[in-house]
């Protein structure tokens, strides 16, 4: 879709900003509002009950505040304490301003909430404005680029509440503002409802990824082979000439090691050996390939080396991920490596585990954390193909899951590709730069639109 641009142009005053349409003006955020503050800087700790503690991560994409999905609460108590600067109220902005630049959201609710140090909130006062569309205008790529080029710090991004009051501000008659607004709210709910459909296709996909897998380790690729009670719950039937066992038959299972304490002493550190650590499983897709972290001759003496092509398998906190180690390397105690026996091919022993992971997790110990130990895993049960047939099985789903990879991959570009154009047509529309007037007229007159598509062609305008 394109939009006309305006007849009549000005320059803005600002060199980058570039120009704006004729009968607009420029001033400052600050003079529209009555404060712009952030909440006392401390790090409440969570209760099971009590207030919403939102932080830039709950400024969700779709342009709202996430009061639902696993946000953080606080005490009554530690509310009041951080209320004492500010209390986020409705129609208030929530501005991201740490770390992650740029996010804005209108809080469009009652509810009592309060903010991380983080976010700030900006309380526009002025009557000739429509808050909505400054929120809009705060969530475009125009500002974010003039907070780029106000943070301080070398590190975290760290932006000043007085840097925010001076950022520069487009300014249209009021009932153009609220045209804006109403056109951006019909368009970007088109664009969110895209991407919706696109989150919930990569959501299916995992699940078949997943049935796929557990199906073809418990159950194999012969539909047509007699079958048999496994004994064991999760497995179910198996067929009939498999054999069920302990993991303990299957591989080896051998803990990872740092014995010294504190973990993070830097004395062991910065050397020449490969330290893996269970964020490069989680963010493997097969294979370990890469490491952060190095110990030297120090460090290695208090850790344990594992040999290339061993199955590592996480057992605390992200209980259940694995991938194959590319190179030699130490793990710490968080970790395990399995080394199959001439009965177990590690390719199948890598999809077994996956299909295993449920079962684990069921096993595994609660305190802080999950935590899953040696024994635990050596006497879960699971079914034993003949060699042979357990590389047959590695191969089909080595294919299977490249499809299911090579769909997710198409569904997050389509979704990248909608949230550019999401962030281009907001920026687009509150700084000037295409004429939406004429639309929102017509949509008032009940005129039909074509509805944004999500394919390749929806290059950003």
């Known amino acids: 879709m394109s939009f006309p641009a305006y007849e009549g142009k000005k320059h803005s005053g600002i060199e980058w900003f570039g120009d704006i349409p004729n009968h607009w003006t420029m001033t400052r955020l600050g003079r529209l509002c009555s404060d712009i503050n952030d909440v006392n800087h401390e790090m409440p700790k969570a209760v099971y009950e009590g207030v919403p503690f939102l932080s830039a991560k709950d400024l969700l994409d779709d342009g709202t505040l996430n009061f639902t999905r696993d946000v953080k609460m606080i005490s009554e108590k530690d509310f009041e304490n951080l209320s004492k600067k500010i209390r986020p109220q409705r129609d208030d902005i929530i501005y991201s301003r740490i770390g992650t630049l740029g996010k804005a959201r209108l809080v469009q609710t009652d509810e009592r909430f309060s903010i991380s140090y983080s976010c700030c909130v900006v309380r526009v006062s002025e009557e000739t404005v429509c808050k909505k569309f400054i929120c809009q205008l705060l969530d475009g790529e125009m500002l974010l680029t003039e907070a780029r080029m106000r943070t301080k710090g070398i590190g975290v991004p760290d932006l000043g509440l007085r840097e925010i009051s001076r950022f520069p501000i487009p300014l249209p008659p009021l009932d153009e503002q609220k045209a804006i607004s109403s056109f951006l709210d019909v368009e970007t709910s088109k664009i969110d409802g895209l991407v919706s459909e696109q989150r919930r296709l990569i959501e299916l996909l995992k699940e078949k990824r997943q049935a796929v897998i557990s199906h073809a380790v418990t159950k194999g690729l012969n539909p047509n082979a007699p079958m048999k009670p496994s004994g064991i719950q999760w497995l179910g039937d198996v067929p009939q000439h498999w054999t069920v066992k302990k993991l303990r038959y299957f591989a080896e299972v051998l803990r990872g090691k740092f014995t010294h304490r504190p973990r993070n002493d830097p004395a062991f550190y910065d050397g020449d050996f490969p330290f893996v650590q269970t964020g490069e499983i989680t963010g493997a897709s097969k ?85 899953l130990n040696v024994e635990q895993i050596c006497s879960l049960s699971a079914a034993c193909p003949p060699v042979k047939e357990q590389q047959a099985i590695a191969d089909f789903l080595d294919k299977q899951v490249e499809t299911f990879s090579q769909l997710q991959a198409e569904a997050e570009r389509a979704i990248e590709l909608l949230q550019e154009r999401r962030t281009a047509l907001i920026s687009a529309a509150v700084t000037g730069k295409i004429d939406v007037r004429e639309f929102t007229s017509c949509e008032r007159q009940g005129a039909s639109r074509r509805p944004v598509r999500a394919t390749k062609q929806n290059e950003a305008k």
């Open 287 to 371: 294979y370990i390939t890469g490491y952060r972290q190095t110990l030297n001759e120090r460090g290695i003496s208090v850790s344990k080396q594992f040999p290339k092509g061993t199955l590592v398998m996480a057992i605390a906190a992200n209980i259940g991920d694995v991938a194959i180690l590319d190179f030699p390397a130490y793990f710490p105690d968080s970790i395990v490596g399995l080394v199959p026996n001439g009965t177990a091919d590690v390719m199948f022993m890598y999809f077994l585990m996956q299909a295993m992971k449920q079962p684990m997790v069921q096993t595994a110990t609660i305190s802080t954390q999950m935590n």
